[in-house]
């Protein structure tokens, strides 16, 4: 044991490069420093692409070797002696979103992309390298926020939501979408397109945009996946389908039915940069309306101007959310808006140990629906 009860040495997965798998080695416990806090890793979210980040295919730039690691669920084993709310044995929420300190614009996903300025880069080399896919994960402590253990996982009888840890992992997937509709303001009564909707952050981006009180247009290739979507949520009388068929014309046609929508939240995958729903969904919006650009595209994507800029439209690009969201994001799951869980439609397809990370990656990509989950529990 060391300081604060910690364990020497500990469990880790380490990517020493991404033309090697990974493999799961003991090393070093971090210790508590001002400014951090050491977490037990409890339920480590895997996102459907981490395979193509970890084997290099999406050409995600990060150090190596690296402890990966995503949003995840813990529990403070120790505190930095800076630490005024956070305590060991405190339930958290860890953030995988780190911005420097004195610099906020250099910001990195921790685990994942060392971002895109010198300070994010040195900072992730230099300092918060290592992240949750770890037995014991140093944190910053504003990565961490508590959750109300006893409200969300208390019995109903007790006032108590019921929820298992497995159900706190969704948390994550739904601050992206969050980010992007709390950044262009959107109302309660209004009308949001959604596309594509129906990969885990574009289905969590209906799920969030309902409890916010608005009504979707979800927009999807594939017509089973769209009707699955609708029979999930929990109001599906808000939520109608539009089908990217690849011709505007057509997409245009059907959006049309439901009037001019007030906004439009794309989250794509860089291999759709040159979809249709880009176009139309624009096309579809009413003057003065908000557009959320929070697709992974990797390519420069073409936008009907001339519309935009007649239509007085507001073009608003996000990089995941602001800190000031998690609490706010959370409070709605707390107070039982935002449901999560299986009640809610998700579903944890396994939990895996450090050892079966491909496992856990592969099912990952498999299981892309709304609500589909794929943990790591180190
Ligand atoms: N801005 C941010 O902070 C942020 C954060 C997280 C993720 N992202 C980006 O968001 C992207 C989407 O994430 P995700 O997890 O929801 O989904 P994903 O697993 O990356 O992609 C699957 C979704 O994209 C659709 N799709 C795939 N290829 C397409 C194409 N050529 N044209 C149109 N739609 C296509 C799929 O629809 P089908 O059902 O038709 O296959 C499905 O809806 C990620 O790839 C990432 O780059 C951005």
Redesign the pocket.
Known sequence: MNTQGLPKSMKALVLKHTSEPPTVQNVETPQPTLGSAVVRVLRVKV???SREVMNGTRNYQFPMPLIPGFSAIGRVAAVGADATKIKPGDLVHMDTTIRSRDNPSDVFLAGVADGYTAGSKRLMKDVWRNWTCAEYCRAPLENLAVLDERRLLGSPGEGGLGYKIDDLSFISTLL?PY??LKDIELQAGQTVIVA????????AAVLVALAMGARVIAM???AS?LAKLKSTVPTPELVETVQ?TGDVKTETEALAKFGPADAFFD??????YQ?S?LKSAILSLRHGAKISL???YREDVAIPHVVIMHKNMQLRG???YERSDIPDLIKLVEHGILKIGEKAGSHTYGSFPLEQWKEAWDLAAEH?GLGDQVLMQP
Request: charged letters at 10%.
């Open positions: 996102i459907s692409y992206v980010g992007g594509p909707a129906t990969g885990p952050f574009g289905g999807g290739r594939n996946s990217i989250i794509g995958p860089p291999e759709a979809s729903h929070m697709g992974g996000k990089w995941m892309t």
